[in-house]
């Protein structure tokens, strides 16, 4: 059974970094083709993809949003980290993480994460 | 990169058949695969729909996808509509860099 969960904080500040971590289980990232991607959703708004790292370290990154995003992976504690950079109040969203083998065929329940003063 | 576009909403009555196009903007909509996802109030995504036209185990047969290569677009169709079919879908693929693209989401109202 695969699950994945999000964890961060619910609230930063504008200008600073943001960092996510998602803890899966149920399969293994160093399985050849498997992902884990982020995908997150502005309140009201639609799906947008950040970023996507395989089984080989691959990194796929969002071309609007590759200047601000690291995504890493450690295979020993089945977490998947993104951090992002010069955070906005429009970045305000939920974000989630989903394991991709081939589509995001499983998704976390998803972190609200607003951006305010 | 590519764009994705739905309708903003659609609406059908309950028993009737609805279909959701999602048309790319540049490249061939047959270059890759395209995946649609439901979306209810309040929950994450669920596939209905991937590699064009395959449904997942336990996504009812009155879901189908296809893509028209001649409007470079794809489609969801649902036959025999439900109520519990109201939610927001979004259709999806990707790019030969592995970019991944969503559209902006249709949102169906069973009425």
């Known amino acids: 059974q695969i699950t994945l969960k999000e964890s961060g904080p619910t609230l930063v500040k504008p200008t600073q970094t943001l960092t996510l971590t998602c803890t899966f289980s149920?399969?293994?990232?160093?399985?050849?083709?498997?992902?884990v991607g982020w995908i997150r959703q502005p309140p009201g708004k639609a799906l947008e993809w950040l970023a996507l790292?395989?089984?080989?370290?691959?990194?796929r990154y969002s071309p609007s949003l590759k200047s601000r995003l690291t995504i890493t992976k450690d295979t020993s504690k089945n977490q998947v980290v993104l951090t992002m950079t010069n955070m906005d109040p429009v970045d305000t969203a939920t974000y989630y993480c989903?394991?991709?083998?081939?589509?995001?065929?499983?998704w976390g329940q998803g972190t609200l994460v607003t951006v305010s003063s | 990169n590519f764009m994705l576009t739905q309708p903003h909403s659609v609406s059908e009555s309950p028993g009737k058949t609805v279909t959701i196009s999602c048309t790319r903007s540049?490249?061939?909509?047959?270059?890759?695969?395209v995946q649609w996802y439901q979306q209810r109030p309040g929950s994450s995504p669920t596939t209905m729909i991937y590699e064009d036209n395959q449904r997942p185990s336990g996504v009812p047969d009155r879901f189908s996808g296809s893509i028209d290569r001649s409007s470079n677009s794809a489609s969801l169709t649902i036959s025999g509509l439900k109520t519990e079919d109201e939610a927001d879908y979004y259709c999806?693929?990707?790019?030969?860099?592995?970019?991944?693209?969503f559209g902006g989401g249709t949102k169906l109202t069973v009425l």
């Open positions: 989903a394991h991709n083998g081939d589509y995001f065929d499983y």
């Open positions: 999806q693929s990707y790019d030969s860099s592995n970019h991944w693209v």
């Open positions: 790292i395989y089984w080989d370290d691959d990194k």
């Open positions: 540049s490249g061939s909509i047959a270059s890759n695969y």
């Open positions: 149920g399969f293994s990232l160093s399985t050849s083709g498997v992902g």
